[in-house]
């Protein structure tokens, strides 16, 4: 990671919304013999389940780096041996198992630099998820830490696609940048040199810089702008994503500014989204954050930040691990394998009146604002998208469809609103269930507010709950996929609600196109 005073220029501020995904999968046990019909959705399940990265195998890729660096000079940086070393050992990995790779060279500072792009064959071509990281380290050190350990991460999961043969919607491609620590010279030189029309294409960006440091936060790339500035829309969808592998394995993660401090800055100024996951660096831990995650207060997160001592013996392995796993899991879900192909069991794109009830328990206490099936009536302040028209066709399901002269007109304003679907009967099997959602509000709104889907059967599942802040958050139409095979075999109902629940505050909310499907 390159040094904040060199990070400082060309900061980026776009505001958006968020995302809440789903959790991870576990992995596959022996099943008895069964009919050919139902081996087949288990192969399909397991296909499209997110991989276990073996932690081994990027603590290898480590050792390699290390050895390179030690090899030639004890470093790894740009216009050095060591660097091309590198690449040239990365490269080979991803040649062996099927992808087609591209030496990009640039120069800087009268030195010969290189990026290493990655294509796994198949998926959209105009739909394309990729995930990089820099591979140079500075002058001083080694680098395996910054930035070993994201590009090792990055290289494992790429060598996991092949091992899976993964064959996602969406196009895959990996990056290894060179110069990041000289300015995002590499990083730069891509986004800049690609054209228009190649970076429309690119549909996200995964960034991993420092992801094993020795006295470790979790922090994600603040996506949704709920601490700050935040990123091109779609970045809430990143950064949920990864938060959500987070939260199933019961590990808090907090923000980290999009401040334009590593190579996702090349990539949010073209407005492509982008998000990844950042340990900590020279920054002090606090004492609030060594009681979150445990280590040392008053230390910084890496102690040998930019020097010769960021060796092998400076990883923290959890935090590996645990950021390699997020990672596949990102990848898996955002290509597209999030929701399997297979039999539709329930579609409501809201064109059609399918018996949705409002207030179905008699219990809202909105004043105005109400859930209703309609069409809704797009409106902003100041910048800041509030409500939306429907993610498809012309009717969502929407707080007060009608948004009136001013944006507080007709708002969900003080209390809660919920509208509940007609029964719906679910076969056995695996089950999944996807939609459409914004939440937009200002910064009037606080952590009391929310939107919130619910599958209600012998059981309650909370597909999506996603809370206001006291920031201005742009609506932008999200996509929630998730597993509710716990109801297979039971009439469920699904339930969408949203609050205005603390002082009176501008809140909107929008929900479109659910269905749940069979694999």
């Known amino acids: 990671m390159r040094s904040r005073a060199l990070a400082t220029a060309g900061a980026v501020t776009l505001a958006l919304a968020a995302m809440l995904g789903g959790g991870t999968a576990a992995a596959a046990k022996p099943a008895p013999a069964t009919s050919g019909h139902s081996l087949l959705a288990a192969v399909k399940a397991a296909a499209l389940a997110p991989p276990d990265i073996p932690l081994a195998n990027v603590k290898a890729h480590l050792t390699q780096f290390q050895s390179i660096a030690t090899a030639n000079g004890g470093t790894r940086a740009h216009g050095r041996p060591g660097y091309r070393a590198s690449l040239d050992y990365v490269k080979a990995r991803l040649d062996a198992v099927g992808y087609t790779t591209t030496i990009q060279s640039f120069t800087y500072n009268g030195a010969t630099g290189y990026n290493l792009l990655a294509d796994w064959p198949g998926g959209d071509p105009n739909q394309v998820l990729m995930a990089g990281s820099h591979l140079d380290s500075v002058t001083a050190g080694p680098g395996i830490n910054d930035n070993g350990t994201g590009s090792a991460a990055v290289l494992e999961v790429a060598l996991a696609v092949a091992r899976d043969n993964f064959q996602p919607t969406k196009h895959l491609r990996f990056g290894w940048w060179g110069a990041e620590e000289l300015g995002l010279i590499g990083s730069n030189y891509y986004t800049n040199n690609l054209g228009a029309t190649e970076r429309a294409k690119i549909k996200g960006y995964v960034n991993y810089d420092m992801v094993g440091s020795p006295n470790p936060g979790y922090f994600a790339y603040d996506g949704d702008g709920s601490a700050g500035s935040g990123g091109p829309a779609g970045s809430a969808e990143i950064e949920n994503t990864l938060r959500a592998y987070f939260t199933s394995i019961n590990v808090p993660v907090r923000d980290t500014a999009f401040d334009g401090r590593s190579d996702y800055g090349g990539f949010i100024r073209y407005n492509i989204p982008a998000g990844g996951m950042f340990t900590g660096a020279e920054g002090i831990k606090s004492s609030a954050q060594a009681q979150l995650w445990g280590g040392t207060a008053g230390v910084a997160f890496d102690q040998c930040y930019h020097r010769s001592c960021d060796t092998t013996s400076n990883v923290n392995d959890t935090a590996l691990d645990r950021n ?132 209600v059967g012998t059981t309650t599942t909370t597909v999506l709950n996603t809370t206001g802040a006291a920031a201005n958050r742009s609506a932008s139409w999200q996509t929630a996929t998730a597993n509710i095979s716990a109801h297979a075999g039971q009439t469920v109902r699904i339930v969408v609600d949203a609050a205005d629940a603390s002082t009176a505050s501008l809140v909107e909310a929008g929900i479109d196109n659910i269905k749940i499907t069979r694999s």
């Open 324 to 455: 390699s796993d997020a990672l596949a899991y990102t990848m898996w879900t955002l290509a597209g394998a999030g929701t399997p192909p297979g039999e539709t069991v329930y579609t409501d794109d809201l064109e059609t009146d399918k018996a949705w009830t409002a207030n179905p328990s008699s219990t809202d206490t909105a004043t105005a604002g109400r859930f209703q099936r309609g069409v809704a009536q797009a409106t902003s302040s100041g910048g800041t998208a509030l409500q939306l028209t429907a993610a498809g066709g012309t009717n969502s399901l929407v707080t007060g469809a009608t948004a009136g002269a001013a944006v507080g007109d007709n708002d969900l304003d003080g209390g809660t609103s919920s509208i509940q679907s007609a029964p719906i009967t679910l076969p056995a099997g695996t089950l999944s269930l996807s939609f459409s959602w914004y939440l937009g509000h200002l910064n009037n709104a606080s952590s009391a507010d929310y939107v919130r889907v619910r599958v």
